[in-house]
């Protein structure tokens, strides 16, 4: 197992910095993660999706954006709905340079829904599966994405999130290459406020989720 840290000057010359963990034989297999503003690739649902993925093979690929920098504070939401999809597209297309990979999955949460609703769309993704986690369903992109994606997905948010809606949630059942999961009083951050084996209990039906993905 080899770690490559590595940075790129993202939107607005801030820097993005970004980790590939490549597996010891050469492999055309990549999961991308693309975490929240505050729930980082360093969160249980990352941690353990990584080992799910480094032991069949994949390299990974952490995008470390750190959006709750002091450097993002005047940034509205458009500015930074702008600012991921520019940064996520150049780390991938800068890792993706002189490798020759074929299969890709995306693992997205929150904040990280909005560049996985742009990158879903280009050509070179066409067969990637994606995991879709505590989706940013008020976003159009995202919502339009995950409705008319024919790629293979999962979904999964919590009723107490408060970007879940009903009527979105109905609109994602519509699309039968996507399975959608609601997830009884969980909130956005993955958590049931009153019953802390409920929170255990959803990070493992998740994990679950992946592992027979």
């Known amino acids: 197992m080899k770690a490559i840290n590595n940075k790129v000057a993202g939107y607005k010359g801030i820097e993005v910095p970004y980790t590939v963990m490549l597996t010891e034989d050469y492999t055309k297999k990549l999961v991308i993660f693309l975490p929240g503003a505050g729930y980082t690739t360093k969160s ?10 480094l032991n069949e093979n994949y390299d990974v690929l952490r995008v470390n954006y750190q959006y709750t920098d002091k450097a993002y504070d005047e940034f509205t939401m458009k500015e930074l709905t702008e600012a991921i999809t520019h940064d996520v ?13 074929q299969q890709f999955y995306f693992v997205g949460k929150s904040l990280g829904t909005i560049a996985m609703g742009a990158e879903m769309l280009r050509p070179e993704f066409s067969e990637a599966k994606a995991v879709w986690v505590t989706p ?7 919502l339009n994405t ?3 994606s024919k790629n293979q997905a999962q979904c999964y948010i919590g009723d107490k999130d408060r970007y879940y809606s009903p009527g979105a949630f109905e609109l ?18 993955l958590d049931c ?21």
């Not at 940013?136 to 995202?142: F, G, S, Y």
């Not at 039968?176 to 969980?186: A, G, H, M, Y």
């Not at 406020?193 to 679950?208: F, G, H, V």
């Open 44 to 53: 249980p649902l990352f941690h353990f999706a990584e080992e799910i993925f």
């Open 172 to 189: 994602l059942k519509t699309n039968p290459n996507l399975k959608s999961t609601l997830l009884p009083d969980i909130n956005h951050r």
């Open 136 to 142: 940013l369903l008020n976003q159009e992109q995202v």
């Open 89 to 101: 597209r150049l780390v991938i297309s800068e890792v993706l340079k002189g490798r020759n990979y």
């Open 193 to 213: 406020e009153t019953d802390p084996l409920k929170s255990i209990d959803a990070l493992k039906q998740i994990i679950a989720g992946i592992k027979n993905f």
């Open 146 to 148: 995950m409705v008319n």
